[in-house]
C-alpha cells in the first residue's frame, strides 16, 4: 500500500516540477496530465482499503473522463493562441504585465 | 519479493522514468511520446492494483485520446526550430519545491496505517458496472454533460470569424 | 397643553418649512403661504393678549428630555410681556411681508427670502413666549442665525457675506456671556423655568447679592451683543448690507428688541443688585449717546436709521436699569412701529429712485408723496413731537429718571433727545423734503405700488395712535403690567418738549430749503467731526487690536502646523502606500509561469503544514 502512495507522491511532484518549469504551452499540458494520472493512482491505491472499492474506481473513471474533456479544451484554447501570437511560448503572453 | 512486487517495481520505474523525460526533454516529440510511455506505465499499475477495467479505460481514453490528441495539436502548432527550445528559467525553485511536495506526500505515506486490511483480489468489474449505474448514476449523467460542454466549448475556442 | 399659543411660532415654522421644500415650485405664490402663516399667527396673538389683560398668565410645561439630572422642558409662558411682544412681532412682521411683495418682487431667490422671513418669525415668536432660559437660549441662537442669512441674503455681494458673519461673530461674543448666566442659574437653583428661577430670586439668587449682580450683568451681555450696544454694537451698522425689509423686521423692531426682552424678563433677577441696574443704565445711556453722535454725521440713509437704533435701544435699557422697566417695553413698542415704518419709507425711496446716499435722493419726497408723508409720521415720532408715540414712551422714561433724581442722566437723555430730533430732521429736511436738484432732468421717482405703501400707512397710523395706550390719559398699556398708569411730571414734561421741537427746528435752519448751514459749522472742527464720522475709529480699533493678532495666529497655525504636519503626514500616508504599491506591483509580470509557480508554491507550502501538524 504505502509504496503506491510513494509512487503517486514522487509523480506528482515531477508534474508539478513540470508544469512550473516548461516554456511551451503544450509540455505544461503534458505535466499537467502526469499530475492527474497520479492522482488517479492515489484513489485507486485507497480505494483497495476501503469498504466500496467500487466507489473509488468510479472515481477515477470519471476523472479519467475529466481529463480528456480538459486536454480537449486545453488543445483548443493553444490552438487559439497559436491562430493569435503565432507561438505556443506562454512567456510571450504577457499582456496582463503590471 | 514476489512477481507481483517486481511488476510493481518495474512498472514505477518506467512510470518515473518516463515522466522525468517527458518533463524535461528539450524536443517536443520525445516529449509527448515519453508521455504516452507514461500512460502504458500507469495502466500497468492500475492493473497490479486490481482495477483491471480501470486500466483498460486508461488505455483506451488516454493513450487512444489524450495522447493522440496531444499529438495533432503539436503538428497543428509546428513551426520551424520553435519547439527546440524549451528551457525554462530558474529550475532551482521549482526543483525546491517538486521536493518539497514530494517530501511531504512521502513522509505522510509512510506514516499511513491502514484502518481496514487491504484487498489484494481485483474488483469485479459488475461491482463497477452496479455502482456506475446505481450509486453514481448521478456523476455518470453528469460527465456525459461535461464531455458536451467541453466539445462544445472546445469548438467555440476555435472557431474562426465568419468572413476571415 | 393649550394649541393655541402654540401655534402662533408653529405656524411660519410651518410656512418655512413648506418654503424650503416647494419654494422654488411656487414662485411668486410663495410669499402668499408666509402671508398667510403669519397673518393667522397675528390673529391669535391678538386674541392671546387678550387673555392677559386680568394679569391672567399662562404657564404650562410638557417634560422633554432628561440628562442624567438635567431634565430639560418645553414650555409656554404668556403674561402680558410674552403677549404683548408676540403681537408686536407678529403685527410688523406681517406688514414687512407684505410689503416685501413689492419690494423684494424682482429678486430671483423670492421664495428663499420668504423662508427666512418665517423662520425668523417663528424663532422670534417662540423666544418670547417660552417659559424656560434653555428655550430662550436656543430661540436667541436662532434668531442670531436668521439674522446671518438675511444679513447675508445678496449672495453675490462679499460686503453682504462679510457683514453677516461680523454680525453672527460680534452677537456670538455676548452669547456667551448669557450662556454662562444661565449654567450659573441652573447650578445656583437648579432649573430652567422662569417661575423656579424668580422664586428663588427672592432666597438663594438673591441672597447674596453678588450672585445676582454677576447673572444680571451676564445677561445683560448677552443683551449688550444681541441688541448692538457698546462695545458690541459694530455688527448693526455694517448688517444695513441685508434687504431693507429684514433690517426693517429684524434690526429695528425686533430681533434687536430681544435684549430689551431679555432684560426685562429677567428683571426679576436683576433687580436685586443695583450694580447691574447701574451698569445697564450707564451703558445704555453711553451708547445711546454715542450712536447719536455718529448719526449726525453719516451720509447713507440707512445708516442713519440703524445708529438711530442703537440709540433707541440704549434709551430702553436705561429705562429697565433704573427701575421703569415698563417705560422701556412701552418705548419698545413704540420704537419697533415707528423705526419699523422710518425703515419701509427708506426702502420705498431706495425703491423708487435706486439710492440711498442723502445727497442723491434729495427731493425724492417731492414726487413720492404717500412715502414722504409716513416718513414724516415716523420721524416726528422719533423726534418725540407730540402727540405722536414716540413723546409719550420717551417721556416716561425721561420723567423716571426726573422723579428718581438721577439728574446727570436726565441731561444727557435731554441732549440726546435733541441729536435724536436734530438727526432725523437732517434726513427729513435735507434729503426728502428738499427741493429738487435742478438740471439732470433725472427721471422724478415714482411712488411705490400699494402692496408698499398700504403697510406704510398702517405703520404711521400706529407711529401715531399707540402712544396714547400708555399716556397719561388712558394707561391702558400699564394696566397689562398692573402697573399704574403714569403721572404728569410738568419739569420733564416741558424740558423734552422743548429739546424736542428745538432739535427740529435746528435741523430746519441747518438743512431745510437746500441749505447746508449746519454741516458747514460741523465741519469747522475737522479733527473731531472726522472722528464721529469715522463712528470714532471703534471698529478699526477693534481689527488692529483683535482681530489681526486672531488672523495671524491662525495663519501661522495653518501654514506651520496643518499645512506642515498634519498634511505631511496624511499625504505621507498616500506617497508609503504609492510605494508599496510600486513594489507589489512587481509581482504582477504578467507571465504564467510565474503565476503557476506561485500557486504551486502556496499549495506545496500548505500541505506541508498540515502534513507537519498531522504528523505530530
Redesign the interface.
Known amino acids: 500500500m504505502t509504496r503506491f502512495l510513494v509512487l503517486s507522491g514522487l509523480l506528482l511532484a515531477i508534474g508539478a516540477y513540470g508544469v512550473m518549469t516548461r516554456r511551451n504551452a503544450i509540455c505544461t499540458l503534458l505535466g499537467l496530465e502526469i499530475m492527474l494520472n497520479a492522482g488517479n493512482l492515489n484513489l485507486i491505491a485507497f480505494s483497495r482499503v476501503s469498504p466500496s472499492p467500487a466507489v473509488g474506481q468510479t472515481f477515477v473513471l470519471f476523472s479519467i473522463g475529466i481529463a480528456a474533456c480538459e486536454a480537449a479544451v486545453g488543445l483548443a484554447l493553444i490552438l487559439a493562441m497559436w491562430r493569435r501570437y503565432r507561438t505556443v511560448d506562454i512567456d510571450k503572453l504577457v499582456s496582463l504585465k503590471e | 519479493m514476489g512477481a507481483g512486487d517486481i511488476l510493481f517495481f518495474l512498472a514505477a520505474a518506467v512510470s518515473i522514468a518516463a515522466a522525468v523525460v517527458a518533463v524535461t526533454d528539450e524536443r517536443l516529440l520525445h516529449s509527448v511520446l515519453a508521455f504516452g510511455v507514461f500512460l502504458f506505465a500507469i495502466a500497468c499499475a492500475f492493473l497490479i492494483m486490481g482495477a483491471e477495467f480501470v486500466a483498460v479505460a486508461q488505455i483506451f481514453v488516454y493513450v487512444g485520446g489524450v495522447a493522440v490528441l496531444i499529438l495533432f495539436g503539436v503538428m497543428l502548432t509546428a513551426s520551424r526550430g520553435a519547439q527546440r527550445t524549451v528551457e525554462t528559467e530558474h529550475p532551482m525553485w521549482a526543483m525546491v519545491c517538486a521536493l518539497v511536495l514530494a517530501g511531504t506526500l512521502i513522509a505522510v505515506a509512510a506514516a499511513y496505517r491502514p484502518a481496514t486490511a487491504v484487498q489484494s483480489r481485483a474488483v469485479d468489474v459488475s461491482l463497477l458496472g452496479n455502482a456506475l449505474l446505481g450509486p453514481q448514476l448521478v456523476g455518470f449523467e453528469l460527465i456525459g454533460l461535461i464531455l458536451l460542454a467541453s466539445v462544445i466549448a472546445a469548438l467555440a475556442v476555435v472557431r474562426r470569424e465568419p468572413g476571415r | 397643553m393649550n394649541p393655541i399659543p402654540i401655534a402662533i411660532p408653529l405656524l411660519p415654522l410651518a410656512a418655512f418649512a413648506i418654503l424650503v421644500v416647494f419654494g422654488s415650485r411656487l414662485g411668486r405664490a410663495a410669499a402668499y403661504v408666509a402671508i398667510g402663516a403669519i397673518g393667522a399667527s397675528a390673529a391669535l396673538s391678538v386674541y392671546v393678549l387678550s387673555w392677559t389683560f386680568g394679569g391672567v398668565a399662562l404657564d404650562q410645561s410638557l417634560q422633554w428630555f432628561e440628562i442624567g439630572s438635567v431634565a430639560a422642558d418645553f414650555g409656554i409662558r404668556i403674561d402680558a410681556l410674552s403677549g404683548l411682544m408676540l403681537l408686536v412681532v407678529t403685527a410688523v412682521s406681517l406688514l414687512v411681508h407684505v410689503y416685501s411683495i413689492g419690494y423684494m418682487g424682482g429678486e430671483a431667490r423670492y421664495s428663499v427670502y420668504f423662508a427666512y422671513l418665517s423662520l425668523f418669525s417663528a424663532a422670534m415668536l417662540m423666544l418670547v413666549a417660552v417659559d424656560n432660559f434653555l428655550l430662550l437660549y436656543i430661540c436667541w441662537e436662532l434668531v442670531g442665525l436668521c439674522s446671518f442669512l438675511l444679513i447675508g441674503y445678496y449672495v453675490d455681494r462679499p460686503a453682504a457675506g462679510d457683514a453677516a458673519k461680523k454680525a453672527f461673530i460680534t452677537t456670538r461674543i455676548g452669547d456667551l456671556g448669557l450662556l454662562v448666566a444661565i449654567l450659573a442659574i441652573y447650578a445656583s437653583v437648579g432649573s430652567f423655568r422662569y417661575s423656579e428661577v424668580f422664586a428663588a430670586a427672592q432666597g438663594k439668587l438673591g441672597a447674596p447679592a453678588a450672585m445676582a449682580t454677576v447673572v444680571g450683568l451676564l445677561l445683560f451681555a448677552g443683551a449688550i451683543g444681541k441688541s448692538a450696544q457698546i462695545p458690541l454694537h459694530v455688527w448693526l451698522p455694517d448688517a444695513m448690507e441685508g434687504p431693507t425689509t429684514a433690517s426693517a423686521l429684524i434690526h429695528a423692531a425686533t430681533m434687536v428688541a430681544a435684549g430689551v426682552y431679555l432684560v426685562a424678563r429677567a428683571f426679576p433677577i436683576i433687580s436685586r443688585s443695583p450694580a447691574a441696574l447701574e451698569t445697564i443704565a450707564v451703558v445704555g445711556l453711553a451708547s445711546s449717546f454715542f450712536a447719536a453722535t455718529v448719526a449726525l454725521t453719516q451720509t447713507d440713509a440707512k445708516r442713519i436709521l440703524a445708529y438711530s437704533t442703537i440709540s433707541q435701544l440704549g434709551l430702553m435699557f436705561v429705562g429697565v436699569g433704573t427701575g421703569a422697566w415698563v417705560a422701556g417695553i412701552f418705548h419698545l413698542t413704540t420704537h419697533a412701529f415707528f423705526k419699523a415704518l422710518l425703515f419701509l419709507a427708506i426702502g420705498s425711496i431706495i425703491h423708487g429712485t435706486g439710492e440711498q446716499h442723502v445727497e442723491r435722493i434729495r427731493g425724492a419726497g417731492r414726487s413720492m408723496r404717500i412715502t414722504a408723508a409716513t416718513f414724516a409720521f415716523g420721524a416726528l415720532a422719533l423726534a418725540a413731537i407730540p402727540p405722536f408715540s414716540g413723546f409719550f414712551s420717551k417721556e416716561e422714561i425721561l420723567s423716571n429718571l426726573y422723579s428718581t433724581g438721577r439728574y446727570w442722566m436726565f441731561a444727557a437723555a435731554l441732549l440726546i433727545s435733541f441729536l435724536t430730533a436734530l438727526y432725523i430732521w437732517r434726513l427729513g429736511f435735507g434729503a426728502i423734503f428738499a427741493p429738487e436738484p435742478e438740471g439732470d432732468g433725472a427721471k422724478a421717482p415714482h411712488e411705490s405700488p400699494i402692496t408698499m405703501t398700504v403697510p406704510l400707512v398702517i405703520l404711521a397710523a400706529a407711529a401715531l395712535g399707540v402712544g396714547f395706550l400708555g399716556s397719561p390719559f388712558s394707561g391702558v398699556f400699564q394696566k397689562f403690567f398692573d402697573e399704574p398708569p403714569p403721572h404728569v411730571i410738568p419739569v420733564p414734561l416741558t424740558l423734552s418738549f422743548v429739546t424736542a421741537v428745538a432739535g427740529v427746528a435746528v435741523a430746519w435752519w441747518g438743512y431745510g430749503a437746500g441749505r447746508r448751514r449746519l454741516d458747514d459749522v460741523l465741519k469747522r472742527a475737522p479733527a473731531l467731526y472726522d472722528l464721529v464720522q469715522d463712528r470714532y475709529r471703534i471698529d478699526e480699533i477693534y481689527v488692529n487690536f483683535l482681530v489681526a493678532p486672531l488672523v495671524a495666529c491662525a495663519r501661522w497655525t495653518y501654514e506651520r502646523f496643518d499645512k506642515n504636519t498634519i498634511d505631511g503626514a496624511v499625504n505621507g500616508v498616500g506617497v508609503a502606500a504609492d510605494a508599496l504599491g510600486g513594489v507589489l506591483?512587481r509581482v504582477?509580470?504578467?507571465?504564467?509561469?510565474d503565476y503557476?509557480?506561485w500557486m504551486?508554491?502556496g499549495a506545496?507550502?500548505m500541505?506541508?503544514i498540515v502534513?507537519v501538524v498531522?504528523?505530530r
Open positions: 506591483r504582477q509580470t504578467g507571465r504564467v509561469r503557476t509557480a504551486l508554491a506545496v507550502g500541505a506541508a502534513a498531522v504528523l
